[in-house]
């Protein structure tokens, strides 16, 4: 990073260096503007991108001088969804909130929030500035936030091409909270064995939030499951019960490693059955039990659901309306988001890695009848180029259910082979790169009143939605 | 696709090598691939897991899978592999079919010394050796390969290493580097092959984009049980699709460490 520039500000007249503070945050508006008037890119990074090359330190000077609280939210899954549940609780709470939008959470996505938000003197009047921020990004953006809250979801196996090996990530995390001060609060997800070892030896105070219930969850972790054995000895990990992927209530038979105490704990859980409605939870707090419903679907929305609690708890927000604030909550851009188009329903979900996807065919398994699918993927700087990951992907336990597919993106091939491989019979598979002729093709093949499901990366999600708004199905995802 | 020939009563067995500990890059699409390709031709498939601790008699396969893992896994898998050693080059020396990928790969030469950390010993079945380097092949690849049976054939994929393995006079390459950086980025070549033994650092997974490859595999399996067998020719225009698609983006991206930050913002 070329941040290393604070040394000079000493040497540099402080006029000059409001100046040129000033000059960064009104190019970086400007450009924001403009990508909103030629709709290139949804205006997320670009306003960042511009500040940061005029001025380096944009984000440090606006953050910095800010007297809101700072939360950091990071893991491989469930970013948005808990910083928009965060956002909620602070919003009931009677917070004001800034925070980086959908998926622009590199550095310049992150320094477009100090942007948009701030006035053209890099002042910013938010109460909470919550960010969602890439595992590969945290050690940049860390020391330029100083949040007083880090929230880690999970640690999946993610685009490696983008994030190199899980340790390396790992590794890097770690170090990135051993840099916290003592004032900051670590909120840690205590079911996942490497997540909750993390901080070890961090002066910041450790809190963990996790699921202890026997209601919901198998006994042994998904074949796709990325770290099943011992952090410590390396000997394979017992399971009394398996959540999500390696997510459970893991021991190490051997060194006797295992999850810490809970500070904050779901003891028990009901998931609606048909794979849409709400799930219900019963949760310990250090503040009392609370009876929750949460209003998205899955065990995944459970975890973020306790996440951005714990996130609130640690940012000193009172909880008494926490239920009103998760009620709000709807499908996060992309998440099983249900859409009307016409006489048919879609349902779009954004997936980038074996875990959500698995997620996404699980939840759509449990939708009555035989299904029409879409499936877009596309190689890009934020896709990735290595697509290996879609033969982790458990189509198999789909394709007695599936009518018909259309494979769509610049790896169209691709997702035509991963299907033929899983016995999709080669017949119903259509492949049509374009996302417009795709969508329709795939809409053509839903008789009226039935359902579209489609799973797509992140370029080709947002794209198809573009041309969603363009048809006045969808609202544009910034006005959310 | 999915209709079945006729029975052909043969059966091939393969065994898998750490499925769960090696198994970081999705490589068992390699699997998928070979078993669906069998069954489309009426041939059966028995697989076995092979895991830590476990020492079978290797010869009795006559296919063995080993894929890649990380660094970690890859230290228990190199200990472990040390049981199984003697065996497994038994089973090489008697034309048992063998594909290795990434660390799999490395594991099965004389060692892989990490760019920092103790050297981890290999099996010898291939005479090469594996140094850890500071930076990262990333890309996509494409090989020129020749085999007796296939002539001259494109092998396509995608290489995530930093590992540079240099072959020793008794292995030969896989084949001759058209895009990406191969073993070790210098000497052109690509991958390790000895007697029915092959490795290489193509991933994606391998198998499914090249079923040349696959089927060369099974082809050689067979032969190993039953002697000289022809395999019934199948519809790969899917296969061959992607094939295509993945090499035109090895020519693209040709020269480049790292594929995603050679990625314009505008692709
Ligand atoms: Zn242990």
Redesign the interface.
Known sequence: MQTDNSNNDSTTPSGLRKARLAFAISAGKLAGASGRLFHIGGGTSLPGMIARRIDPNVLKSVVGGSKAKKIVITGSNGKTTTARMTAAIADAAGRSVSQNRTGSNLLQGITSVAVNFSDFFGRMESDVLLFEIDEATIPLAVPEIQPDVVVITNIFRDQLDRYGELYAVARALDEMLESLPETATILLNGNDPQVANFGRNAKAKRIFFGLETKDIGTPVPEQSADIIRCIHCNSDFTYEVAYLSHLGLYRCPECGYTLPDLDLAVTGATLAENGEGPSKITLRTPEGEMNLEIPLPGIHNIYNAVAAIGAAMAAGFPLDSVQTALSNIRTAFGRMEKIQAGDKTIYLSFVKNPTSFNLMLRLIAQHPGKKHLLLAMSHTVVDGQDFAWLWDVEFEDLVSDILDAVCSGNKTEELAMRLKYAEVSTDKISLIEDREAALDAALKQVEPGGTLYIMSGYTPTQELRRIMQKRGWVKHFWEE | ??ENKTDTGMVIKIGHLYP??MS??????NL??IE?RCKWRGIATEVEPIFVKQTPDFTKYDLILFHGG???EME?ASRDIQHKASSLREAAESNTVFLSVCAGYQLLGHYYKPFNGPELKGVGLFDMYTEGGST?F???MALECKFEETGTKILVG?E?HSGRTYLGPKAQPLGKVLAGWGNNGKDGVEGARYKNAFGTYT???VL??NPWLTDLLIQRSLEHRYGKVKLLPL?DS??N??H??ALK?AMEFKGTM???EA???K?
């Open positions: 696709m999915s769960t500990l970081v890059a999705a490589d068992r699409g998928f691939s669906r990380a660094d970690r228990i990262r990333m890309t996509h995608y995530n991933h994606g997974p499914p984009k519809d899917t296969e699709a992607a295509a698609a983006l790292s594929a995603i990625t314009s913002w692709r």
